[in-house]
């Protein structure tokens, strides 16, 4: 809460703010039912008005959502400011959450020209394709497809990446160090084999990150395009360093 005065706030707000911390220490948890308008109008002798923007508040900020008819419900916190340009277990070990994948293909291919392009392959060089569900405290949250020059990175096949970072790999065992990217992001609706990994349903917007990775030499490392549940994730885009 504020350190201002409760009686110099206006209503609404002081009972947003009871509401979201209630949410934040864990007395409200993801998919429970808050108070309606009349009974938050009753409890703290408002008026429906601001009983309802206070919840406006709350939906707006992310923090609940409403369905037709039900009411308002607690939401599941977003995965903020997640920029697109570093790894996924960076990025949401930096948010608070546990990463975790399942890798759903590995193995070495020959490029389609779309690929060989954007990693500035030579005409005959092969690449590994990684594809991962990617899980953010267990819960699947994006399918995260990545390919590699195979000359930059042999043995990577034998690796365990279903735990571990990929960034972290490469900077360590192959003294390739992921040090700024370009990408771009769109919405999309999810396809329903994309749907049926994220637990979401058929058409359910998505986001779609395609990034080209650069050494400091500007060789590139690594394209990916992933996949992110829409309801998940908050994006901040453009060409930046990676830490």
């Known amino acids: 809460m504020s350190a201002v005065p409760q009686l110099k706030l206006p209503m609404y707000y002081r009972i947003q703010q009871t509401l979201l911390e209630q949410i934040q220490n864990g007395q409200l948890h993801h998919g429970t039912l808050l108070p309606s308008e009349a009974e938050l109008a009753q409890q703290y002798q408002v008026s ?21 008819g039900r009411g308002t419900f607690v939401a599941q916190p977003r995965i903020r400011e997640i920029t697109g340009f570093r790894s996924f277990s960076e990025d949401i070990l930096a948010r608070g959450f546990t990463p975790s994948s399942r890798i759903l293909d590995f193995k070495e291919i020959a490029p389609e020209s779309t690929i060989q392009a954007r990693l500035r392959l030579p005409e005959g060089e092969k690449a590994i394709l990684l594809k991962r569900l990617r899980l953010a405290d267990k819960e699947p949250v994006a399918i995260e497809t990545a390919y590699l020059p195979s000359n930059l990175c042999p043995g990577l096949l034998q690796e365990d990446l279903s735990g571990n970072s990929l960034y972290t790999l490469l900077r360590e065992k192959y003294q390739l160090i992921p040090t700024w990217g ?20 058929g058409g359910t917007p998505v986001l779609i990150a395609r990034r080209v990775t650069f050494a400091a030499n500007y060789q590139a490392i690594e394209t990916v395009e992933s996949i992110y549940r829409g309801d998940r994730f908050t994006f901040y885009t453009g060409r930046q360093f990676i830490e």
């Open 48 to 68: 429906r008005i601001t009983a309802k923007r206070a919840l406006d508040e709350l939906v707006r900020q992310g923090r609940a959502y409403r369905q037709q």
């Open 182 to 201: 370009d990408a771009e992001i769109e919405a999309a609706p999810a396809a329903k084999a994309e749907a049926r990994l994220l637990n979401i349903t």
